[in-house]
């Protein structure tokens, strides 16, 4: 098992090769580098104060400290050495960080950063052991870079690794281990994007950019619907209740299982699962019975913070031969009232919804169970849960298949 030095990653640090580089900030390190963990809240921070200007920029670097828990990033299944994502207003939280409050000097270092002339790079890598405690970032530059499937463009790159930072007779816990820092660059317009080439604790090398994502759409459990055309289509819901008055459905753009950034990067994601299928046949998974139970759940895929609506905020409905309809409706005079708060979803949480496929089941999910009525009883067909509190995206939808009329 290789365990390197900070003197060693002073010495070894690499270069970007045919990136071209238009303005080049100098090496903070030579600040002593001592400080705690930090990463899970378990320890000290910390900063390094002596940030170096080369007259065009200057940068520093806070050490968050390791984490023991595997961070959701490492859950790729391309096996990144690292994450590298980037704060540019001080209206985002450092949502990378589990409890600020329990790092020592965060708060105040955070708060000395004036977002009108510094952007915030947040880097974490993994080394294999408990005494790789530090990032150290190197060769912090203004370069120009060509992202996969993008024109080149301005972007922050540097190097980054995890230090060993323990005494030579310090013994080292034998647990992989994710350190993390948050890299402060300061100058004139700054690019809002990062491409760290990042090596992690096994001398395994890659460049890692901020538009990548935290989480791989791909890669997440569930479906979005059949591959196939329904089998049952009924007529027209028709209902005897003279009173009933059927829940409106949207007439938003349907945005199949993802929403995308202004550059088509995935935002949010939404993924019907079925917990009694473990295989990877779309249909199979999406075929539903009475009584069967459905989860929906939404993620948010990205690097950022997305801000939605509340969780209240969908509609079950069924393909029907006049389009589709809710399955749910009312019989009083009173609109459903849906509060207009705003959620907002850290990378890799949101909403989670799980159904019980009958008439009851549907009702109980609801936050207006007292309110709705299914009528008729749900037909044999083809449902589409559709999530409206996209905030202006197009509103997400996932679909199944239901047969146990």
């Known amino acids: 098992m290789n365990r390197f030095t900070r003197r060693d990653v002073l010495l070894t640090t690499g270069s970007f090769g045919a990136i071209t580089v238009s303005g080049c900030l100098n090496d903070p390190s030579t600040g002593d580098g001592n400080g705690g963990s930090g990463g899970n ?11 170096v200007d080369n007259g065009d920029a200057s940068f520093d670097t806070f050490q968050l400290g390791p984490s023991l828990s595997r961070p959701l990033w490492a859950e790729r299944a391309d096996d990144p050495p690292g994450f590298v994502t980037v704060i540019e207003t001080e209206r985002d939280e450092p949502w990378m960080v589990d409890d600020p409050d329990e790092i020592d000097g965060l708060e105040e270092w955070y ?27 190197d060769d912090v530059t203004i370069s120009t870079v060509t992202l996969e499937g993008e024109d080149s463009r301005p972007a922050i790159t540097a190097a980054a690794r995890p230090v060993d930072t323990s005494d030579e007779d310090e013994a080292c816990g034998e647990a992989v281990t994710y350190p993390s820092a948050f890299v402060r660059v300061t100058g004139d317009d700054l690019p809002s994007e990062a491409l760290f080439t990042v090596t992690n ?11 990548g994502g935290l989480i791989d759409p791909a890669e997440l459990p569930g479906f979005v619907r059949p591959p196939h055309d329904p089998e049952t289509v009924p007529e027209a819901l028709s209902c005897d209740e003279d009173e009933f008055e059927r829940h409106w459905s949207p007439d938003d753009e349907i945005s199949w299982g993802e929403t995308t950034d202004d550059d088509g990067s995935p935002k949010l994601s939404l993924r019907a699962e079925n917990a009694e299928y473990s295989g990877d046949d779309a249909a199979e998974a999406l075929e539903f019975g009475r009584g069967d139970e459905i989860r929906i759940r939404m993620r948010n895929v990205s690097d950022r913070p997305v801000m939605t609506g509340n969780r209240n905020k969908y509609n079950l409905e069924v393909s029907t031969e006049d389009g589709w309809a809710d399955v749910r409706g009312t019989t009083d005079d009173d609109p459903i009232d849906y509060t207009d708060e705003g959620v907002v979803h850290s990378p890799g949480d949101g909403f989670e919804w799980t159904i019980e496929l009958t008439e009851a089941g549907i009702l109980s999910a609801s936050a207006h169970e007292d309110r709705f009525e299914i009528c008729p009883d749900l037909p044999d067909g083809r449902y589409r849960f559709v999530f409206r509190g996209t905030s202006g995206d197009a509103t997400l939808a996932v679909a199944f298949d239901y047969g146990g009329a």
């Not at 708060?111 to 052991?129: A, K, L, R, W, Y």
């Not at 096994?202 to 538009?211: G, K, L, N, P």
Request: proline residues 2%.
């Open 41 to 51: 809240g378990d320890g000290n921070g910390s900063g390094n104060d002596n940030s």
């Open 111 to 137: 708060g000395e950063t004036d977002f009108d002339e510094s952007v915030i790079v947040f880097v974490g890598t993994v080394g294999p052991n408990t005494c790789y405690s530090e990032v150290d970032v």
């Open 201 to 211: 604790g096994w001398d395994e090398t890659d460049d890692v950019d901020s538009a």
